[in-house]
């Protein structure tokens, strides 16, 4: 068989090792031969490549160092970073939880919804710590630094192009070399600079009429920083190609500059273009959501079911809004039709549990919680263990309750929540030293920011009373 037919061969299979090392044998060969060379370098893109189009996670330099803002004192219901100002009646945070930001936890763990943005150095430097260390969340740009070191990890010897001594002029002329080279750069390499350089001789190159290198220089532009000149090359490109992805990194740039209004309307404009896309209906119910709107975020994650009822984002948030609007039975069965559809993990079996609780079908709930508890890994262990105490707590078996939430210490000694059950159950056992102890815990404990769970539902308390138990987490 041909070597080079067997490298496409894996390509499509998306089997990019074994295509790398066939191109790598034929470049050893023949150091000229250029389907193999862009055949190796869409495979090395292709090992790292990340889907721009949803929103990054802010870190602490675009959290705290943010000069994007129009205006200090938003109107309410206006902005993305003081999103309770909405004014629409809905669950309090008393009900449903939120995150440092004060907005809403979604039911579905995605970008941005991992940490709330902070007001101050300090909340900043304190707050957002990743799921395995201590150590606070670095800003987004420091993530791309890490993937650009691939190119180290795949070629003992070096990258695999210098880019030093690349002439991106001769590139830019052929457009089949130069958009593979761009992937390779942008996405391998992570070098945004000589990206940019090499997509602004491409469009000058093709007179300023192809839209795929318009998109790219927004890209080139976003990563830098520069959302205005983002915004000015993606409105450029609409003019000559409609396309989703087009709407969607319009969008992505207004909510980075906390213009989550004229984002909506942007993807309604793309709703326009194209109706009943997911992807647009999804964006908008996302900000809905993120501004306190459940109720509308609710209606456009139904239209979402209604194009694609597989979709599990728009499930598991309908779910999590009938669960804080006491609905408990309606939100049973749209997680049920998540455990029908494939998915299979504890969290799910940990909001079945929850959801069987409330509907009062305790028949089900322990044996959803031991199914969770099977499933769990260290980073969702504890919260197992604290829903089956206020399970214990609900059926008045105090003893159960007090061991559940020792053993979620025993996983998470920062649990704070648990600190505090404890100390109530010992006040009531006549223990005022032992609550006091544990109350000192509580104090010295550092609460963890709500949503950086995987998969289904982000992690949140029902706040209470000092001297009553904090109720629900849900995952």
Not at 82 to 90: L, R
Not at 297 to 311: C, R
Not at 380 to 391: E, K, Q, S
Request: aromatic share 10%; with cysteine; proline share 4%.
């Amino acid at each position: 068989m041909d070597p080079l037919f067997l490298a496409y061969s894996y390509f499509r299979r998306r089997k990019f090792k074994e295509c790398t090392d066939i191109c790598t044998t034929l470049l050893e060969k023949n150091p000229y031969d250029q389907a193999a060379w862009t055949l190796k370098t869409r495979a090395l893109t292709g090992q790292v490549y990340v889907d721009e189009v949803d929103v990054d996670e802010e870190g602490i330099a675009e959290m705290v160092m943010d000069d994007n803002a129009i205006a200090n004192v938003s109107r309410p219901g206006t902005s993305l970073r003081k999103p309770g100002t909405s004014g629409q009646a809905g669950p309090s945070p008393g009900v449903r939880p939120t995150s440092q930001s004060g907005r809403p936890l979604s039911g579905f763990v995605r970008p941005g919804t991992q940490g709330g943005r902070p007001g101050t150095m300090e909340q900043a430097i304190r707050t957002p710590r990743t799921a395995h260390t201590a150590r606070p969340v670095t800003s987004s740009s420091g993530r791309f630094v890490r993937l650009g070191t691939a190119s180290m990890l795949s070629t003992p010897d070096g990258p695999f192009i210098n880019l030093a001594r690349l002439n991106f002029s001769k590139y830019a002329a052929r457009p089949n070399l130069a958009k593979a080279l761009f992937e390779y750069i942008f996405h391998h390499e992570n070098d945004i600079r000589n990206a940019l350089e090499l997509a602004a001789l491409a469009t000058e190159a093709c007179q300023f009429k192809d839209w795929w290198w318009k998109v790219q220089l927004a890209k080139c532009y976003y990563r830098l920083g520069m959302y205005r000149d983002s915004e000015k090359q993606l409105k450029s490109a609409l003019k000559h190609q409609d396309m989703v992805d087009i709407f969607l990194y319009l969008g992505k740039v207004y909510v980075r500059l906390d213009q989550p209004l004229t984002a909506v309307e942007m993807y309604k404009q793309g709703l326009e273009k194209f109706p009943g896309e997911t992807t647009l209906l999804t964006g908008i119910a996302r900000i809905h959501e993120g501004l306190t709107e459940m109720d509308k975020a609710v209606k456009f994650y139904k239209d979402v079911l209604h194009f694609d009822n597989m979709h599990v984002e728009a499930i598991a948030c309908i779910a999590t809004h009938h669960f804080y609007t006491d609905q408990p039975e309606v939100a049973l069965k749209y997680y049920r039709r998540l455990l029908q559809m494939g998915v299979y993990n504890a969290e799910l079996f940990n909001n079945l549990g929850l959801c069987c609780f409330y509907a009062q079908q305790y028949d089900m709930t322990l044996t959803c919680f031991e199914r969770a508890l099977s499933l769990a890994d260290d980073q969702t262990l504890a919260d197992v263990w604290f829903n089956i105490g206020h399970v214990a707590l609900g059926i008045c078996d105090h003893n159960l309750a007090y061991q559940c939430f020792r053993l979620t210490l025993a996983s998470n000694n920062d649990h704070a929540e648990a600190y505090n059950n404890l100390g109530v159950l010992e006040l009531k056992r006549g223990h005022v030293e032992a609550r006091l102890a544990f109350q000192e815990f509580l104090l010295i404990s550092e609460r963890r920011p709500a949503g950086h769970r995987p998969t289904l539902g982000s992690v949140g308390t029902r706040t209470y009373e000092p001297t009553k138990s904090v109720a629900v987490r849900f995952l």
